[in-house]
Nanobody, 127 residues
């Protein structure tokens, strides 16, 4: 059974930074696209970033503020979040998919029909 485990969530003030981590088996990191999703209270889940084949992709809402990367030492994919806003408050999930490409028609695209999911970590941006 493949497990994805998120960590790093917490409470941060507006303008602050937070780093999320998604631990996964090495064969998943080597062969699957890894995406980060978030779901705010009362809202639908949305994709925010994805890494596939060494390429990274971002939703417009986080572009320039979030950075996705692979952490080989920890067998994980990280999401570095900066300049956080209250509207970034959500449960953040990582997910893996064998065939996802992270883009469609020239833009970022991350469908939620992923193969494997973590249980999520809560990020709260508030003063």
């Amino acid at each position: 059974q493949v497990q994805l485990v998120e960590s790093g969530g917490g409470l941060v003030q507006p303008g602050g930074s937070l780093r999320l981590s998604c631990a996964a088996p090495e064969f998943i990191l080597d062969n699957y696209a890894i995406g980060w999703f978030r779901q705010a209270p009362g809202k639908e889940r949305e994709g925010v970033s994805c890494i596939s084949g060494g390429n990274s992709f971002y939703a417009d809402s986080v572009k320039g503020r979030f950075t996705i990367s692979r952490d080989n030492a920890k067998n994980a994919v990280s999401l570095q979040m900066a300049s956080l806003k209250p509207e970034d408050t959500a449960v953040y999930y990582c997910a893996a998919d064998l065939v996802a490409t992270c883009y469609y028609n020239g833009g970022f695209y991350l469908g939620d029909d992923m193969d494997y999911w973590g249980k999520g970590t809560l990020v709260t941006v508030s003063s």
